[in-house]
């Protein structure tokens, strides 16, 4: 099927369906985003944003998934997301295509790493209170820039060695996630009520004064907590990346994709929820808000204790360190498709595999531009006198208005191809024609939310506007998009012409004629 693509086998395939089922059930990982952007959801809308928002959005997540499953059926190629736009598009949407979704790939490993090397900071600053005292923004960076590497080095080594890390990082997932919900459900002396879980409002947003009744409560706050879901829960065309190292993919791949999904959206809302009912009562006995609106380290210290609390660290933190290294594999494969067809400057260098048939040069690529991206981390923020990661929260929504704009264009794409698509051997049958334009109205919706300025200061009408707190996602998006424009119209568009053949053409002639 490869062959008939137009590509010859140059990756080794080695994976399982279970393996391509784990990276992307690693890369979403309930253990990463559901702790790192906690303190997102819970500031924009308190519980509720987490109780509700988590499985709404889920449902339209796994739908966006089903579209996707659909889609790689049909076209198993590591190149996955734009190299369905461009057989179905043409080169210009294969190439915008192709730029969102590595854009939105280094993002999401350079977001998780970033967040690794804060839980790695937390945990040991959690077991040590004068490592603790020691804390600086520098010394989080540094973390994440040996992260960067380890994850860089274990990529480079092995190809096969990641499907080994990722089947191991599905147990560590599962196993890992049990303990802590069963920590969380009979450490805690006290839990919170069903309805504190599932009705309380908090806003500390900065934005309506407060309000938790106003229109832009419901319409602008709790949609910025949106990031929790969307970010966590995003990732999953790794099973498309890893296509054309996975056995038997036209069926494997696509699985892989929406039941990466549904696994993640089960057990993220189980942890979450176990998390808010853990929320400790402050001094007058009332769940404490303002404490949990910090993170999830000073509920589980708080909640649990210095030991278990360390404990659970760790566990989220090992999660995180496998999650980050599934986000390079993608990434990096992803880079090697996009070279393979001309894209990328640099791309004859990027193409290039080891022995043991890794693209190392576009893992050291990805590896050094999610450093750089990550550089705004450096600056101190202080939003309503609490210290908030901004820089982490952009750098997450360029993740995910990168990569789901990059999955929008194909999933529109073959809406308008109707019967004209040609279906693998799993699809979704009639159900497309209402599926695709839900899946592509979520994305939309979603991804100008996470454009909007996240804090009152961060928006230039406001007296108290500071360069320091802008959310530079649309700044970064939009501006990469009108370089994408200006250079597709005054170069590209002369030399770029989709999907390279990399087999060769009287092979597809044959395919052709058997077809006939």
Known sequence: MLAKLGYKQELNRSWSGFSNFAISFSIISILAGCFTNFGAGFNNG????????WPILGLFILLIGFTMSELVSAYPTSGGIYWWAAKLGGPAAGFFTGWLNLIGLIAVTAGVSYGCATFIDLTISTYSDSYAGNYSLGRVFLIFVIVLALVSLLNIFSGHL?????????????????VIVLILLFIPDQHQSFSYVFTERFNNSGYADGSTTSVAFWFAIVPFGFLLTQYTITGFDASAHLSEETAQASNAAARGIWQSILYSVLGGYILLLCVVFAIPDNAQGQPDNALAGLGVQPIFL??????WATFVLFISASAQFFCATSCMTSASRMTFAFSRDGAIPGSSTLQKLTRAKVPANAVIMVGVVSALLSLPALIEVDVNGTPVPLAFYAVTSIAVIGLYLAFAIPIWLRWRHGSRFELGSWNNGSKYKWMNPIAVAEILIVSLYLMMPTTPAANPFNDAFEWKFVNYAPIVTLGALL???????????????GPKHTIDDAVLQAFDERLD
């Open 46 to 53: 308190g519980p509720i944003s987490i109780s509700w928002s």
């Open 162 to 178: 990641m499907a080994i890390m990722n089947n191991v990082s599905v147990w560590w997932h599962v196993v890992g996630a049990s």
């Open 302 to 307: 708080s909640a649990l204790g210095q030991n």
């Open 483 to 497: 370089l994408l424009t200006i250079w597709w119209n005054v170069s590209a568009k002369n030399w770029f012409t």
